[in-house]
């Protein structure tokens, strides 16, 4: 039998398990959810054992359905929720406290008090490539150790362990004997300093965070250790956070390539190659990925809400029953409509970063419809994405083209729009399940199925390319100018 490859895609809303051939074509996957834990206003949490055992029985049950013996099996990749925050004690295994997602706003007071230290954000940013904001590790860490009774002394003891979810499945998988995480998790934790490759002494000492509690970075494709789990050993080869996976999974091996994922959010990544852009417009810089000890930097923007502004037309407003009617619904537009919808639930991302401002609609009139209104909250999510591809030129980024993934892309109206509103060609790969085979490219590489990163280049097929349509273009070119004025108008309402 040849060589399967197995990627482990913990998202999170749920965890799969995803079977690749040694020509990562997808063979099959199985997939778990888990449940979602809101103790508090903005808090958000999961359980690591239901995390664990999902992630445990969805890889099971694949061996097992396939009948996989360890000898069929080339390696492991995992591909994970990034900044979600685990700590646990290193004898029993356990975790102290529930993981801490990375949606979790708990730390926000902290994050203001640490901006208002004078120089701290510049410092944060200039070492890590990040914003001081509560989405990262960094204080989700500090809150446990300060909130958790015993937590700081014991980390200090050096019985505790921290990781993001890589890390804590890496140490469950090789039954405690690996502590590490890859660099592009590692850049995420708003302490490893992105340039020295280093966890940053002065910023651990900062927020009080023991050196001994944090796992070693490692290359993105590293030996992390064997598991004995499933009947026999099995190398986890391969690991990278799920933005930097899905990266990967495109293919943008090159300095201006890009790819935007379009799920509940949206995460828009370049490819910087050695270079690390600084960006002075509030995005995030980043590691792309870390292969043999050489750095490939990104440069990162994210919406909240992308899908998520889909699922709620259809189950608040119940416009539709299905995010799939929405391109029959959109040929009932009024093409004139001038309607525009911000849809600024939880604040706006990158680059305007305004976590107060909440959604708005504007240009309402007496014969806006359901398909209009359907066809301005499509349109706002291209309309953002100009905002982050703006922002990215103006950090001297140059794009020609970007490829796409995700559930949304699969409305050809919107990929349509996204062309004609960015006028660059859009392009949708054959293979969407991008995260998932980043982890497998990577699990690849470790166990010699490919030479190297750019042998993959020519597994990268279009499926479909979207080029803008001149009129169009135009047309939303203007709309898009009053876009702009209608996201000044939503900052500072609230
Ligand atoms: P995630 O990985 O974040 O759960 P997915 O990549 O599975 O997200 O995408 C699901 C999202 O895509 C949902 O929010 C859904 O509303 C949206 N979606 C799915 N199909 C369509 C479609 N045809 N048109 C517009 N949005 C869609």
């Known amino acids: 039998m040849l060589k399967k490859v197995i990627a482990i895609d913990q998202g999170t809303t749920s965890s799969r398990a995803v079977l690749f051939d040694e020509k990562s074509n997808l063979l099959d996957f199985e997939q778990k959810e888990f449940k979602q834990y809101f103790p508090n206003d903005g808090w958000v949490e999961h359980d690591p054992e239901e995390i664990w055992k999902s992630v445990f029985d969805v890889t099971d049950k694949l061996i097992k359905k396939h009948s996989l013996k360890p000898s069929d099996i080339a390696g492991i990749g995992i591909t994970n929720q990034r900044e979600t925050t685990v700590v646990w004690d290193k004898k029993s295994g356990k975790a102290i406290y529930p993981a801490i997602v990375w949606q979790d706003r708990r730390t926000s007071e902290l994050c203001d008090g640490l901006r208002k230290e004078t120089g701290i954000e510049q410092k944060i940013q200039q070492k890590t490539g990040l914003l001081v904001d509560p989405y990262f590790s960094a204080t989700k860490l500090a809150w446990i150790l300060d909130n958790v009774t015993g937590a700081r002394k014991k980390a200090e003891n050096g019985e505790l362990a921290f990781g993001t979810i890589d890390s804590f499945l890496v140490w469950r998988l090789t039954q405690g004997r690996q502590h590490k995480t890859d660099a592009t998790n590692a850049s995420r934790t708003m302490l490893f300093n992105i340039d020295s490759h280093c966890w940053d002494d002065e910023l651990l000492d900062f927020l009080k965070i023991p050196k001994k509690i944090l796992p070693e970075v490692c290359d993105s494709v590293h030996d992390f250790g064997d598991t004995s789990l ?180 699969a409305n050809n109206w919107f990929s349509q729009q996204l062309a004609n509103i960015l006028n660059i060609d859009v392009l949708r790969p054959k293979v969407i399940e991008t995260t998932a085979l980043g982890a497998s490219y990577l699990a690849s590489m470790k166990a010699g199925l490919c030479p190297n990163i750019e042998s993959l280049n020519s597994s990268w097929v279009s499926e479909k390319t979207f080029c803008s349509e001149a009129k169009e273009t135009k047309i939303l070119q203007e709309k898009y100018q009053i876009w702009l004025s209608a996201v000044e108008r939503t900052k500072g309402l609230y």
């Open 230 to 409: 499933f009947g026999g050993n099995l190398k986890i080869g391969g690991i990278a956070g799920d933005q930097q996976s899905a990266l990967i999974g495109q293919c943008c091996f090159n300095p201006g390539e890009a790819k935007s994922t379009y799920g509940t959010g949206c995460f828009l990544l370049l490819n910087t190659g050695d270079k690390r852009i600084s960006s002075e417009n509030r995005l995030l810089s980043t590691i792309a990925y870390r292969l043999d000890g050489k750095t490939t930097y990104g440069l990162e923007g994210s919406i909240f809400v992308a899908g998520s502004a889909i699922q709620w037309l259809r189950d608040e407003l119940n416009f539709f029953e299905s995010a799939g009617d929405t391109e029959e619904i959109i040929s009932h537009r009024n093409v004139k409509s001038k309607v525009l919808v911000v849809p600024a639930f939880t604040g706006l991302g990158a680059p305007h970063w305004d976590p107060d401002s909440r959604g708005s609609i504007f240009g309402l009139t007496r014969d806006t419809s359901i398909a209009d209104l359907t066809a301005a909250t499509l349109e706002s999510i291209a309309f953002q994405t100009k905002d982050l591809i703006g922002a990215m030129e103006n950090d001297g980024a140059n794009f020609s083209e970007l490829r796409v993934d995700g559930g949304m892309v």
